[in-house]
DNA sequence: GAGCTGCATTGGAACGTTCCAAGACGAAGG
DNA sequence: CCTTCGTCTTGGAACGTTCCAATGCAGCTC
């Protein structure tokens, strides 16, 4: 016994386990996993022994070892399509309270906006079989994130799902594009462009919703949507191919605002101020919205609350074993700054006239 | 045997583990675990019944029972202090591209800049045993980093330190301080004012590396530091405190970008324009600093190659068993951009004639 | 045809936990 | 004095891998 112990001790190069907090406090390994666990039924003074058995021996769980009995992580992960993008910050910020205060850890891994990475990213997850995945903002297949789905649940952000296996949080994109149509109508516009963000997540959306917020103010003549991006470089082309083609809008509605910062400065480029002769809407309220400097009506998404729900989604499935799909829609908020005001008299007129 | 099958099938619920592989293809565990790994000898014919075998399953290796018995996980924790700053997206960047050529995996963790916070994370990343641990921008105690480095390998990034136990990565701030003022004076201006970063990582050395350049160039005189923070309402404030109590500066070099981008939008309150009236550097060249509608001016620090080597420090400690401290330091670059320029002959003439 | 060699394959132990059935022990009850 | 009970404690099995020593077997040599 104490010949084995010897070895142990010589062998020792790596971290304390269970089994030297036993012997150190004279106790069994089970009783030192009940005590540690916090367990009603362990004698005060053997409780205590243990406690400062492991503390002096600086033990620390293994969560690999608890793993693999429990068949449980207790890890929820969380692919990041993109790092670069201040929308996700805050959304990680919700999904770690809300797996924190459920006793679960967030684990993030991301696959830099390239499809094969993100598999990568999630196999990575999937091989250290965190309990769920929270996919915000993927790009790849839908196929694939499919097949992610029949090993574990998975819950979309920024990306709609229509599937019983995958849960998706989103917010309502289409009422939020008519929510920055309708402020902007309501200041006195008109002439009211929009441009698009292309394929990226929501952007479809988006655009029907400036359709038929036009549509519906009777301002369908006067909707135009130029092809753009989600990012500062598509923002401002946009603006280039919709001066190019034809008179200055009065009106912006941006993708987003990464985009809607570019546009920004094309329009600075191209001679016209904002918001004196064009109004700018972004999308996202985003922290560089939200920059003096930039000062950015937008549309808000409440970011906290799509990562809290979407880790509420994931323990509905882990804990109260729910298998029909959910996809929650969130509703957008408009937060108005320094970008939009009514538009001259000179212009509304002139587009009046026009119709 | 037959019904130990039937009871293995009738059981499964979960992924599906080596010994089904090995059943389906007629082999033992121990030539699937061979297989699988790409182990030379292993006949063709049974290779290939055992990947189908696999394939067919639907079979994830386990990564958690594999790192019990191996007693390493192949992953390195990365403990992000704040998410919602995008100095760390593109230190990030590199830390997983050079973790995945080394066939490692890193994931993230964030501590939202409380301390308290961010040890929950690294004691997460401990339990569950990650190989290494990078420490990007940490602000806890330097006591905890040390307790967390007796049992793992620990490099911080953005902080530095000159323990031997803890390795780190910075960039030379005090030579990026340095290399802003050199590129003012070499314009024409002569005085320059500085807004420091408080107790942000690095600020101080900027500070220092700012009033040496100063003196260097004979113009120790004209230095003045007011007193801000890494954030907008620090570099604004900065910017009242300085206007408050003085003439205006031809310039100012700003501790940060996203601190210089408060300090430009407050410049702009006060009537002066950039930088026509005022020229601006910032530091870190983080994205904000290069859009076009802010194009800031600012030094910038080889994020992806801190990230880089900060993966290639640990990967020394813990592949060719380095165990000296060693601390990097790499060199920053002048980024010129439009918020720089020769100071207005009048302004220049009135501080020369001053002195 | 016995012994050797080398290759392909195998079973068992180990990793550090949790869980479970069972053990030890003293007190209470008959 | 023997049971029974309850409380506290224990050893062994299990989780899914990897690693290692050992086995089987074919082909070769003498």
Redesign the interface.
Same mark, same amino acid.
Do not use: C, M, W, Y
């Given at each position: 016994m104490s010949g084995s112990t010897a070895v142990r001790d010589r062998l020792r190069q790596? =971290?304390p386990t269970i089994l030297d907090v036993a012997e150190r406090a004279g106790v069994s390994k089970s009783l030192v996993s009940l005590a540690l666990r916090g367990s009603p039924r362990v004698r005060e003074e053997k409780r205590e022994a243990i406690l400062r058995a492991a503390e002096q021996l600086?033990y620390?769980?293994?969560?690999?070892?608890r793993?693999?009995v429990r068949?449980r @992580?207790n890890?929820i992960g969380v692919m990041l399509s993109d790092?670069?993008n201040?929308y996700?910050?805050?959304v990680?910020?919700g999904i770690?309270a809300e797996a924190?205060s459920a006793q679960y850890?967030?684990?993030?891994? @991301?696959g830099?906006r390239m499809a094969e990475r993100e598999w990568?990213a999630i196999? @990575?997850l999937?091989?250290?079989?965190t309990d769920g995945l929270i996919l915000a903002g993927p790009v790849l297949p839908t196929s694939l994130i499919l097949s992610a789905a029949?090993?574990v649940p998975v819950v979309l952000v920024a990306r709609a799902s229509r599937r019983p296996s995958v849960d998706s949080v989103t917010n309502d994109d289409r009422a939020g594009a008519r929510m920055a149509v309708d402020h902007l109508v309501s200041l006195g516009h008109r002439d009211i462009a929009h441009v698009d963000g292309g394929t990226g997540a929501g952007a479809g959306s988006r655009r029907s919703g400036y359709l038929e917020a036009m549509r519906d103010h009777g301002l369908a003549g006067a909707a135009v949507v130029v092809p753009g991006t989600f990012t500062?470089e598509g923002g401002?082309a946009g603006i280039d191919r919709l001066l190019a083609s034809r008179a200055r809008p009065t009106a912006v509605f941006v993708a987003n605002d990464l985009a809607a910062?570019?546009a920004? =400065?094309?329009l600075?480029r191209h001679g016209a101020r904002v918001p004196e002769d064009v109004s700018v809407v972004g999308y996202d309220n985003t922290?560089?919205a939200a920059?003096? =400097?930039?000062d950015l009506t937008t549309v808000d998404q409440p970011r906290r609350e799509i990562g809290a729900m979407a880790v509420r989604l994931l323990l509905q499935r882990l804990d109260d074993g729910r298998d029909r799909g959910r996809h929650v829609v969130l509703p957008p908020r408009l937060v108005v700054r320094g970008t939009t005001k009514p538009p001259r008299a000179g212009a509304v007129a002139a587009t009046s006239a026009r119709r």
């Open positions: 790596g =971290h600086g620390r769980p293994n969560a690999v070892a793993s693999l068949k @992580t890890v790092l670069h201040l996700f910050a805050e990680v910020d770690e924190l850890r967030a684990l993030i891994n @991301t830099s990568v196999e @990575t999937l091989q250290l079989r029949s090993s500062e401002a910062v570019g920004l =400065h094309a600075e922290a560089l920059l003096g =400097h930039i």
